[in-house]
Each structure stands twice: as structure tokens, then as C-alpha cells.
């Protein structure tokens, strides 16, 4: 195995390469979105162009489409499919009962939509995303623009009445404006800390006027695939009560990473959205040659904007611009779990 991933990414390829083997010939395989589902994408595109697999994909983001027709994938609306064999997708958290929060990358409406019509939703996930309890990390909640202060206000009176350790809910906001999903629709993330009863929880924040969905998916989780680092995949079948362990050794290829940028860039979300609790984030960068070494650096949320994080795709072009000054030498400081997202 090639030291040039980080091992974050190997982990979400590794859970990726495992589970496009269940695409076969004559499917129709919804698409999820966000890094994890990129790299699923990536692996089914070459699937088709080396091995002439022949399914249609039902991407759940505009920017999960436009990866698939850019692979070679055929792409097809859910209208089209009417009903899917299978959903392949990432998640922000999973847990023993594979009840997910999932939203994180603001996709969270279709991605249920699609996932609900399959007969097979599996999940892949880096074992990072695993928790007793769904709650650290923010629960999204798309709102409709019209009266969405209002609808934050409902939300919050109504969290009083649930079992939750943090009742904090922020608009989530795309540089000086707010987050726009593919609907034109607003998130609202919900710092919950611990979500005592996830199921109540989800029936009762989608009866909220204003909220169009919410981003736990309860019972709909059939199988996760679970990567690690050093290329190990753990996959649980939560219906036929299966655990089965696997190795994947592979070799970073032309075709798979030659779209990979040069330098990786990460954000760590903990308890707020791109925020450490104390007000700064972290930016992490790594080298793909000529070896593993890590640097980091500590940014006022000034930085965010002058960044502009929460558009990763150009905040890697921007923060190329500029990085070498403020790099830290970094190794191992972090809190011990929460999500790391790999942009490039
Ligand atoms: C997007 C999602 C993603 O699946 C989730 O945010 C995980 O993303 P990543 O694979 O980048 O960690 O729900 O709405």
C-alpha cells in the first residue's frame, strides 16, 4: 500500500473499494454524497471502463452527478429508476443499531429520499464515524428559508421537552451567506452532544413547520462497510447479524487518484460546525510525496472566511495560495474522536 493517502482517506477508499463490489450488471445503485461516496464513485467508474460493468447510478447531490457523468457512469433520475436495488453512502455517524446522522455535507434530503426507495441502503464509513450514542456530531435539519428564524425558535422550544444533552442550533452558513442546498433550502445544525432517544427525536423535529427533513436515518441502514487506515474492512449485516473481515491492499493507480490534488487539506469537526469549542479550527495539509508528514496549522474563525472553508473546493485552491507562512510543524494533537474531511 502506497504511505501517499492520508490514512483518513485510505480508510474511506478501502470501505469504498469493498462495497462497489455489491454493484452488479443491471442495477440501479443510488449514489450518496461527501468524500466517503466520492471515492465510491471514483471505484464504480473505473469498474465500468475496465470491466464493462453496466449499471445505472441515482446520484443524491448535483456535485455527486457531475463526478458519476465525469467517470463514465450512467446517470438516471430516481423518477427514471422509480425503485433502486441498492444505495451506497457515507454517513457522519453510525451506531450499533446502524441508525445514522447523516447531513453533513447538506445532502441529506435526497439522500433519504433514495435511500428509502432501496431495497439496500450500506453505509461506508471510517471507523472514526462509529459511536455508542448518535449526538456529537450536529444533527442537520433543512428548513425552508421562508420564516426560518421562527423555525429555529420552534426547534428550540421543542428540544426543551427532548432527551438531549446540548439544545445549541445555528443556521449553517456558506462563507458571509447562509448554506444553500441543492433544493435552495437552509440547515439548521442541532448541538445536541447525545441523542437520548434518536427515533422520537426524528418524528418530532420533522412535525416542526418549516422543516422539510431532518438528517437521522433510523432504520434504514441495512449493512455498513467500515475502513481503516491500514487497509482492513469490517463489514456488519445488521439483518442477518454478520460480521465479516477483509484486507484490502492496493496501489494507488493513475486512473483512481490522478484527480486527487496535490495537497490534501482537512477540517476537524468538534461539537460545531468546522469550530473547535474554543473558537479556532484546525486545518491539517499533508504532502502526497515523498512521505507521511503532517502539518497543521491553528486559524482564528476570521480565517474560515478569508478561506472560505465551507467551500472546500475553493478553499484548497486559495489555501494553496498561501499556506507555506502559517504552517505549524503538527503531528498527533486532536481531539480523540470526531470527523475528518478530506477535500481535493
Ligand atoms: C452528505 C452526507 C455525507 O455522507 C456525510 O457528511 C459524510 O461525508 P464524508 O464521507 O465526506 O465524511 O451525509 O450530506
Known sequence: MSGDLSPIDKAKFVAAK??????????????????????LVRCLGEMVQKAGLKFRGIPTS??????????GI?????????????????????????????????ALLQEKIVATASDQMVVIADIGKEVKTLGAFPLPVEVIPFGWQTTQALIEEMLISMDVLGRTVTLRMNGELPFMTDEGNYILDLHLQRIGNARRLAMVVNQTPGVVENGLFIDTCDMVVIGYGDGR???RNINEGT???????FVESDNLFIDIANWGIADRREQGFLRYP????MIEAWPRSPGPFWFGVAAWPWCCDLLNINDPENAVKRFRGWACGCFLGYDGWCPPRGSIRGFG
Open 18 to 39: 469493498s462495497a462497489a463490489d455489491f454493484v452488479e450488471d443491471g442495477m440501479r445503485v443510488g449514489l450518496g454524497t461527501g468524500s466517503t461516496a466520492a471515492w
Open 62 to 71: 448535483i456535485r455527486t452527478a457531475e463526478l458519476a457523468r465525469n467517470v
Open 74 to 106: 450512467k446517470v438516471i433520475s430516481l423518477d427514471e429508476a422509480k425503485w433502486l436495488d441498492l444505495t451506497i453512502d457515507g454517513t457522519d455517524e453510525f451506531d450499533g443499531d446502524l441508525n445514522l446522522i447523516k447531513g453533513g455535507g447538506g
Open 233 to 235: 474492512v469490517e463489514s
Open 243 to 249: 460480521v465479516e473481515h477483509d484486507w484490502l491492499d
Open 278 to 281: 474554543n473558537g479556532f479550527i
